[in-house]
């Protein structure tokens, strides 16, 4: 099954940048699943952040990043970004990448429409 691994994660301070990757696995492309990017705090529950459509990267988004946050695929190299601008101490959380294939679902910020997941990687917003 699709395999997926983020990176890029790291410590920033409030008002910078960072860019996330999420890779497929060897021998699996991105294309024809619905891609997202999901976060969760410490004790909090995982909310979803963003999510990208593959038939037309439709996309759509959490009222907290928007204009902030955005998602972007790159099929060719099995990857998908999140670019995240004007970072803030509460977007402190392990980002997870997902996705479904379209055929199963449409692209959702509710965790439980997700199919697969990679393991995270922290981002922590601190001066």
């Known amino acids: 099954q699709l395999q997926l691994m983020e990176s890029g994660g790291g410590v920033v301070q409030p008002g910078e940048s960072l860019r996330l990757s999420c890779a497929a696995g060897y021998g699996f492309t991105l294309d024809g699943y619905n891609l997202g990017w999901f976060r969760q705090a410490p004790g909090e529950e995982r909310e979803g952040v963003l999510c990208?459509?593959?038939?037309?990267?439709?996309?759509i988004y959490a009222d907290s990043v928007k204009g902030r946050f955005t998602i972007s695929r790159d099929n060719a190299n099995r990857r998908v970004y999140l670019q995240m601008n004007s970072l803030k101490p509460e977007d402190t959380a392990e980002y997870y990448c997902?996705?479904?294939?379209?055929?199963?679902?449409?692209?959702?910020?509710?965790?439980?429409?997700?199919?697969?997941w990679g393991k995270g990687t922290l981002v922590t917003v601190s001066s």
């Open positions: 997902a996705a479904i294939e379209d055929r199963w679902g449409g692209c959702t910020l509710y965790a439980v429409g997700m199919k697969y």
């Open positions: 990208i459509r593959p038939s037309d990267d439709f996309t």
